[in-house]
């Protein structure tokens, strides 16, 4: 509760920097028009108070120029790259597996009068692979997935990148492992032990295991941060070397 109160008080200080200033009539319309699931619509509302978000494009802005090429993986509906969008870069694009939510992300950045360069594809076996990224974001995404892992996304995704250039993450801390029920899916917790699926956080690693990780593809952690929210999260910055 107390990393719930504390995420909740952070986003409130932090809402009007983080917030997506987005009508909601025509939030709900785009949603309703795309099909796209009920949880793109929330997630954009309540930005602010998604610190794991947040805080790596945060860092975007501080270490890359607004000419940089910002490529997002499992992007969604587009809310990282249009805060990226508004605060002066241009050169975004991104994927998702889901039609409907890179139809909403197109829908939501017409809005602004702008496009970002969006495709429809399977991140982890993409058919399109993004050049000359400055910035690989991924963020609320690897985790959720059967089976994967973060040498999946550096492997994939780690020569895309220019030497000199980023990737920006998140990953669910090995604190995890430790709190009540956490082998449980969170939405089922009310629910007998008998019908609660397995927790939909698929991997769980230490500050030391992200940073092994990475320089095995070269690259360095530039910036990290833990957070308190729940579940624990870490988010990290990694500089690619080589």
Same mark, same amino acid.
């Given at each position: ?13 932090? #809402? ?5 200033? $987005?009508?909601?009539?025509? &939030?709900?319309?785009?949603?309703? @028009? /795309? ?59 991104? #994927? ?5 939510? $890179?139809?909403?992300?197109? &829908?939501?950045?017409?809005?602004? @009068? /702008? ?128």
């Amino acid at each position: 509760m107390l990393d719930k109160a504390v995420c909740y008080v952070n986003g409130w200080l932090q #809402s009007q920097r983080h917030r997506l200033h $987005i009508p909601q009539t025509y &939030l709900m319309w785009c949603s309703q @028009k /795309t099909n796209a699931s009920w949880w793109h619509a929330y997630a954009i509302k309540h930005r602010p108070w998604r610190p794991h978000v947040c805080v790596p494009c945060e860092w975007i802005t501080q270490l890359v120029p607004s000419s940089g090429h910002v490529f997002e993986v499992g992007c969604g509906s587009g809310a990282n790259l249009i805060w990226l969008q508004q605060k002066g870069f241009l050169n975004l694009g991104g #994927s998702d597996i889901a039609a409907s939510a $890179i139809e909403m992300c197109n &829908l939501l950045a017409s809005y602004y @009068k /702008t496009s970002i360069n969006t495709v429809v594809d399977d991140a982890l076996h993409p058919q399109f692979l993004p050049e000359n990224v400055d910035v690989l974001l991924s963020v609320n995404w690897l985790y959720h997935i059967p089976g994967a892992s973060l040498d999946d996304m550096f492997n994939v995704y780690g020569e895309c990148v220019n030497p000199g250039g980023y990737m920006a993450f998140d990953c669910i801390s090995a604190r995890y492992n430790s709190k009540p029920n956490n082998n449980y899916h969170t939405a089922d917790l009310r629910l007998s032990p008998a019908k609660r699926r397995p927790s939909e956080y698929t991997f769980r690693m230490t500050s030391r295991e992200v940073e092994n990780c990475a320089s095995k593809y070269g690259y360095v952690v530039q910036k990290k941060r833990e957070l308190r929210t729940f579940p624990p999260r870490n988010v990290y910055i990694a500089k690619r070397c080589f």
